[in-house]
Nanobody
Framework: QVQLVESGGGLVQAGGSLRLTCAASGNIFSIDRMGWYRQAPGKQRELVAAITSGGSTNYADSVKGRFTISRDNAKNTAYLQANSLKPEDTGVYYC???????????????WGQGTQVTVSS
């Protein structure tokens, strides 16, 4: 059974930092793009950052210069280093990955269950 599990969320004061981890497990052949999204109460889920298997990254304008996405392909794991956190960064953070389970099989997007990040002012 393939699953993505996020960890590292919590309560932090404004200006603080957190490091989120997304670990993919199961019978996985390869992972292409991995991404972090967040959803604040009453708002739509939005892209925070994404990274390809080759290391190309893109970020939401609101987190550029503060957040860094990275991955360890050998461990099927992605990370999100979030620095200089602001109250508006509060939300549930989800990771996803575009996974291929076998050679010549199509790629499907899998989601984790999310981890709560709360930034107090």
């Amino acid at each position: 059974q393939v699953q993505l599990v996020e960890s590292g969320g919590g309560l932090v004061q404004a200006g603080g930092s957190l490091r989120l981890t997304c670990a993919a497990s199961g019978n996985i052949f390869s992972i292409d793009r991995m991404g972090w999204y967040r959803q604040a109460p009453g708002k739509q889920r939005e892209l925070v950052a994404a990274i390809t298997s080759g290391g190309s990254t893109n970020y939401a304008d609101s987190v550029k210069g503060r957040f860094t996405i990275s991955r360890d392909n050998a461990k099927n794991t992605a990370y999100l280093q979030a620095n200089s956190l602001k109250p508006e960064d509060t939300g549930v953070y989800y990771c996803n990955g575009d996974l291929k389970l076998a050679y010549k099989e199509p790629t499907f997007r899998y989601w984790g269950q999310g981890t709560q990040v709360t930034v107090s002012s």
